[in-house]
């Protein structure tokens, strides 16, 4: 797969992306990995500088690559608007003596390997190093994936803590990580709030799994344990009740619809990537709690990713996750009535549209 | 000196629905705030930017926050769409600060 990483020949976004919807599981399959190649090829071109100057990557290439282990790697980022300031954590390090490095080195390797049990190796399923930055920025009050790399700001201390403190949302920013090694999902209108459910189920499965919690133990609130004195009691998005996590002076009101009907169709976060997700997140919510319970349903999600596509929508997505729940009925990895419940789960919502 | 700044996204998806935004002429700000604020735009290099230097379109970035930003009057005004990870390091002092301004500014009663 090294070879393809210079990708000289160009097929139109669309056309890879129904071929991967139409053709048959090989064609789809190659397809995909193609189509994401080529997206991940595009979207590095020009907007990110190369890391590695090109002519160490073309010796990289033409010797055998480094062994790759899933490594942590915690870099300290010293409150400069930067990433890997300095390595201040590395896989067998004994503690660093601070807390959000040695916080985030901690629930690394509980995401490291809630993905391991479902059976990948990393985010890339090929061994790639995990790298967390924290102390990124000044009062810094978000955490995200950069394509590489996961950051996280410390929060102001008022409306935010630091980000780093919350296994919710790293693993919710690892999971966009692995997403973008499978689906792919486009980052935009409902593709995007598939790339955002997606993450914001295996936030709260890994969550409710390290607390070893049952589907009425878990709050099913997204963001709450980074909440300051400010803001402290609300949350970010709820996946039992999408539109009832926050209303406040300064956030306003919750905007995430709970159902199609409810759908936000306007142009603001890409097209309501981080609006729209509530419709499936509480699908989700509604067939973990209909006796399936959230690692099962986890399991069925986390094979439907593994075979969504970049373009797919919410009815994609249902189609694909039924299917997958079929699959792993007959596997018996999950319980008969498992696909049932599922299509009353999407039904509820109102999908498909 | 005239800015418009607005902002929303981040894991939070904070003002997704509505970007919050932040008007200002900085000759109206307290002396202290203003000479910060404009050492601040002098710093990032903003001004010199050219178009292609601001974002190139979407990337792999997930979750950063996304900033559209105007300096300067009437016909000279430039404007600008960032976002955290695509920024140049040199300007996200700046949208930090214009990104507390406008925070504090919702903040005050
Ligand atoms: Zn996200």
Redesign the interface.
């Known amino acids: 797969m090294t070879f393809h990483k210079c990708n000289c020949h160009y097929i139109p976004p669309h056309v890879l992306g129904n071929m991967a919807k139409k053709g048959d599981p090989a064609v789809r399959q190659a397809a995909r990995t193609s189509a994401q190649q080529a997206k991940?090829s595009r979207?590095?071109r020009?907007?990110?500088a190369p890391k590695v100057p090109e002519m160490l990557t073309g010796i990289a290439m033409a010797t055998a690559p480094a062994p790759v282990t899933a490594a942590r790697e915690v870099y300290d980022c010293q409150n400069k608007?930067?990433l890997r300031v300095k390595l201040a954590r590395g896989e067998g390090d004994p503690e660093f003596g601070d807390d959000d490095v040695d916080t985030v080195y901690g629930y690394a390797e509980t995401v490291r390997g809630y993905f391991a049990e479902l059976g990948r190796n990393s985010i890339d399923n090929a061994g790639m190093n995990l790298r967390l930055n924290v102390h990124v920025?000044?009062?810094?009050?978000?955490?995200?994936?950069?394509?590489?790399e996961m950051a996280f700001g410390d929060g102001?201390g008022q409306?935010f803590t630091s980000?780093a403190q919350s296994l919710d949302?790293m693993a919710?920013?690892m999971a966009?990580g692995v997403t973008?090694f499978t689906a792919n999902l486009?980052?935009?209108s409902q593709s995007g709030a598939l790339?955002?459910h997606f993450?914001d189920v295996f936030g709260t499965a890994i969550t409710q799994y390290k607390l070893n919690q049952t589907v009425d133990d878990a709050d099913w609130l997204i963001?709450n344990e980074i909440m300051g004195p400010?803001l402290y009691g609300e949350a970010?998005?709820s996946m039992k009740a999408p539109g009832t996590a926050y209303d406040n002076?300064?956030?306003?009101k919750d905007?995430q619809p709970a159902h199609m009907k409810d759908y936000?169709n306007?142009p603001?976060?890409?097209r309501?990537?981080?609006?729209n997700s509530g419709i499936m997140n509480r699908a989700f919510y509604l067939a973990a709690t209909d006796q399936i319970g959230t690692q099962k349903a986890a399991k069925i999600w986390y094979h439907a990713l593994q075979n969504l596509w970049p373009t797919a929508d919410f009815d994609d997505a249902v189609e694909i996750i039924v299917e997958s729940a079929r699959t792993l009925v007959g596997d018996g990895v999950v319980p008969e009535g498992t696909t049932q419940t599922v299509r009353l789960a999407f039904k509820e919502v109102g999908l498909p549209s | 000196m005239h800015i418009e700044f607005e902002f929303?996204?981040?894991?939070?998806?904070?003002?997704?629905?509505?970007?919050l935004g932040y008007r200002v002429e900085t000759d109206e700000l307290p002396d202290e705030v203003r000479d910060k604020l404009l050492a601040l735009i002098r710093d990032s290099g903003v001004l010199e930017l050219k178009p292609a230097q601001a974002t190139?379109?979407?990337?792999?970035?997930?979750?950063?926050?996304t900033y559209s930003l105007t300096i300067g009057e009437g016909a000279a005004a430039k404007s600008f769409a960032f976002d955290?990870?695509?920024a140049p390091?040199a300007v996200?002092?700046l949208l930090?600060r214009l990104r507390?301004l406008a925070?504090e500014q919702?903040?005050r009663p």
């Not at chain 1, 920025?137 to 590489?148: R, V």
């Open positions: 991940l979207e590095k020009g907007v990110q608007w930067e920025g000044e009062n810094y009050m978000n955490a995200f994936w950069d394509g590489d102001d409306i980000f949302v919710h920013e966009h973008q486009d980052y935009y790339n955002e993450s963001g400010t970010l998005r002076p300064l956030l306003g905007p936000y306007g603001n976060d890409n309501g990537v981080h609006i | 929303s996204g981040g894991y939070g998806g904070l003002f997704a629905a509505k970007p190139g379109g979407p990337g792999p970035q997930r979750d950063v926050f955290d990870a695509s390091p996200r002092p930090s507390e925070v919702r903040m």
